[in-house]
């Protein structure tokens, strides 16, 4: 199987390799690269990373899966991740989510049909006292309203 990875991975790879204790601990800044590099990860990438760091596609898949930041499917030019962690429920995440639900016709984990728009929920963002948070792509933002999310997402092209 020809490399899907570009050379660039590689490279930024084998630059990071000598500060880890051993290659499976590169796996999360891997992935990491690799998401960077496609948006999602497919799994003909997972299989690269795995061959790269020697281990099973499958531990590959496991580990990202694990994590809520890699994209086991594809994702549309905006994701919004929202925060349902017990703080940002308690102000009215789960209500912010069925406001986009509704706006756009998709479920959580789906992604609108012109890719636009992906939602997702999100674990803990860290921003707890500024409840309830979310991210758009890798902007945070925090003491969300459905109105405030209605302008965030008008601005959105
Ligand atoms: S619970 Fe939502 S940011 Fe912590």
Redesign the pocket.
């Known amino acids: 199987m020809g490399k899907i990875l570009s050379q660039k991975f590689y490279d930024r790879m084998n630059k990071l390799e000598p500060r880890y204790p051993d290659k499976v601990a590169l796996l999360l800044p891997a992935l990491h690269a690799a998401q960077e590099e496609f948006g999602w990860l497919p799994p003909e990438v997972m299989e690269e990373v795995g061959a790269f760091i020697g281990i099973h596609p499958a531990q590959v898949r496991e580990v990202a899966s694990f994590y809520t930041m890699y994209n086991l499917k594809p994702v549309g030019k905006y994701h919004l991740k929202i925060?349902?962690?017990?703080?940002?429920?308690l102000r009215g995440?789960d209500e912010l989510v069925h406001h986009v639900e509704k706006k756009y016709g998709i479920r959580c984990g789906e992604t609108t049909p012109d890719r636009k728009l992906t939602l997702n929920e999100?674990e803990?963002?860290?921003?707890?006292g500024t409840?309830?948070?979310m991210m758009l792509n890798d902007d945070y933002h925090e003491n969300l309203t459905a109105e405030g999310l209605d302008k965030i997402l008008e601005r959105l092209e």
Request: aromatic share 0%.
């Open positions: 925060c349902t962690n017990v703080a940002c429920c995440a999100e803990c963002l860290g921003a707890c409840a309830p948070a």
